[in-house]
């Protein structure tokens, strides 16, 4: 057997490597970047800075971040593909959670096309809380501190549950969030409310009532398989309880 040189040989193998290469093409791209943006409020209606919000991917070793510019935008770097949460937070703002954000159909980057507006943890306080029944409704009188005006407004909301220890991370319903104006604010809620909430006539139940921001903030956490309110001022007054009409 007649065997070749060995610079020969090595030229043949540099050139057998080569066209496996070229065979196989340019590899498939496995990370990219994910870009978002958010619109920041104060606890009220007012658009304030949007910048210095940072953004997180759960998950992901090292934590991969980033922080808003003036416009609210920011950009994620080589993100591995898969389905994340996000997190968002600043200083002075309740953190806000995006879940199921699927990353890299397609081998291709992410622009998230939903723009969370978010907002300030609440500053008001309930200072005050009582439950009126009659014969078809109840009546929630909430004391607040400031005292909501017209000049002024403040945002309330409040839980229900058949627990004593309801609080709004114990409850069975939670409310809109309300604007007060008037202090104390109150609120009428009709039996047939009550019933449609999953209550029964002649129930006692229990509420409890928090300031709250306009932009709440609110997400459906997987993890706990509840609401979360993260902007809720925990500054509070025991519950009370009424009989249901």
Same mark, same amino acid.
């Given at each position: 057997?007649?065997?070749?040189?060995?610079?020969?040989?090595?030229?043949?193998? *540099?050139?057998?490597?080569?066209?496996?290469?070229?065979?196989?093409?340019?590899?498939?791209?496995?990370?990219?970047?994910?870009?978002?943006?958010?619109?920041?409020?104060?606890?009220?209606? #007012?658009?304030?800075? #949007?910048? #210095?919000?940072? $953004?997180?991917?759960? @998950?992901?070793?090292? *934590?991969?971040?980033?922080?808003?510019?003036?416009?609210?935008?920011?950009?994620?770097?080589?993100?591995?593909?898969?389905?994340?949460? *996000?997190?968002? %937070?600043?200083?002075?703002?309740?953190?806000?959670?995006?879940?199921?954000?699927?990353?890299?159909?397609?081998?291709? =980057? %992410?622009?998230?096309?939903?723009?969370?507006?978010?907002?300030? $943890? /609440?500053?008001?306080?309930? %200072?005050?809380?009582? =439950?009126?029944?009659?014969?078809?409704?109840?009546? *929630?009188?909430?004391?607040?501190?400031?005292? @909501?005006?017209? =000049?002024?407004?403040?945002? $309330?909301?409040?839980?229900? /549950?058949?627990?004593? /220890?309801?609080? &709004?991370?114990?409850? /069975?319903?939670?409310?809109?969030?309300?604007?007060?104006?008037?202090?104390?604010?109150?609120?009428?809620?009709?039996?047939?409310?009550?019933?449609?909430?999953?209550?029964?006539?002649?129930?006692?139940?229990?509420?409890? &009532?928090?300031?709250?921001?306009?932009?709440?903030?609110?997400?459906?956490?997987?993890?706990? #398989?509840?609401?979360?309110?993260?902007?809720?001022?925990?500054?509070?007054?025991?519950?009370?309880?009424?009989?249901?009409?």
């Amino acid at each position: 057997m007649k065997l070749l040189p060995l610079s020969w040989s090595f030229i043949l193998i *540099l050139f057998i490597t080569s066209c496996s290469n070229n065979d196989d093409g340019p590899a498939a791209a496995t990370k990219a970047n994910i870009s978002g943006s958010v619109n920041l409020y104060n606890e009220s209606t #007012n658009q304030v800075d #949007n910048s #210095n919000m940072t $953004v997180s991917v759960l @998950g992901t070793t090292p *934590l991969i971040s980033a922080v808003t510019d003036a416009e609210g935008r920011f950009v994620l770097s080589n993100v591995p593909f898969g389905t994340y949460t *996000l997190e968002y %937070t600043k200083s002075g703002y309740g953190t806000y959670k995006k879940f199921g954000v699927v990353h890299g159909t397609n081998g291709q =980057a %992410t622009a998230l096309i939903t723009i969370p507006s978010l907002g300030q $943890v /609440s500053t008001t306080s309930i %200072t005050g809380l009582t =439950a009126s029944a009659s014969a078809n409704q109840v009546v *929630l009188s909430m004391s607040t501190n400031p005292s @909501g005006s017209a =000049a002024n407004r403040r945002y $309330v909301r409040y839980f229900l /549950s058949t627990s004593q /220890s309801v609080s &709004a991370t114990n409850y /069975s319903y939670y409310s809109p969030v309300f604007i007060s104006q008037i202090n104390p604010f109150e609120k009428t809620i009709l039996a047939t409310e009550l019933i449609s909430a999953g209550f029964t006539s002649g129930q006692q139940v229990y509420v409890r &009532a928090y300031g709250d921001s306009f932009w709440d903030n609110a997400y459906d956490s997987t993890e706990f #398989n509840r609401r979360i309110f993260p902007n809720l001022n925990a500054t509070t007054v025991p519950a009370t309880s009424f009989i249901v009409p």
